[in-house]
């Protein structure tokens, strides 16, 4: 399953997310990770939760964060849930590719089990291919 939370910047996203994480922690029986732009939110998030500030890794495109995401997959088939806050601010991904990139999330998810929740500064109206993933 993915999850998008989209809007505005400043509307309380990330803190939706941290709070989302924090929640669902407790109900996972396999691991959960939260993927960040900094460090910001690391210290609000239980420790269950593995973190990871994406900007430690040279990772600036979606595709290569698509090949971060397998790998992080590959080496623990217990991840469950993958939080990402902010995934315009991790990596550069061109508004019209958005569509395909959350497809090969979905596509990753299914194949995996691995329920992805995203939260994304988007100010225009979201394509329509991505309403499918709001929440």
């Known amino acids: 399953m993915v999850t998008l939370i989209a809007g505005k910047k400043g509307t309380g996203k990330s ?3 941290v709070k989302m994480a924090n929640d669902m922690v407790a ?3 396999g691991d959960a990770i939260f993927i960040d732009d900094d460090n910001r939110a690391m210290y609000d998030l239980l420790h269950e939760l593995r973190f990871i500030n994406i ?3 040279p ?3 979606g595709e290569e964060f698509l090949g971060f ?3 992080l997959i590959s080496n623990n ?3 469950q849930k993958i939080f990402i806050d ?3 601010n991790c990596v550069k991904i061109e508004p019209d590719r958005l569509p395909a990139w959350f497809k090969k999330i979905e596509d990753i998810s299914t194949a995996f089990s691995v329920d992805f929740i995203i939260t994304m500064n988007y100010e225009l109206p ?3 291919a991505l309403q499918n993933y709001m929440r």
């Open 15 to 17: 803190k939706e997310i």
């Open 27 to 29: 109900q996972v029986k």
């Open 55 to 57: 900007k430690e890794f």
């Open 59 to 61: 990772i600036e495109t």
């Open 69 to 71: 995401i397998c790998g």
């Open 77 to 79: 088939y217990d991840i």
């Open 86 to 88: 902010g995934i315009l």
């Open 126 to 128: 979201l394509p329509e």
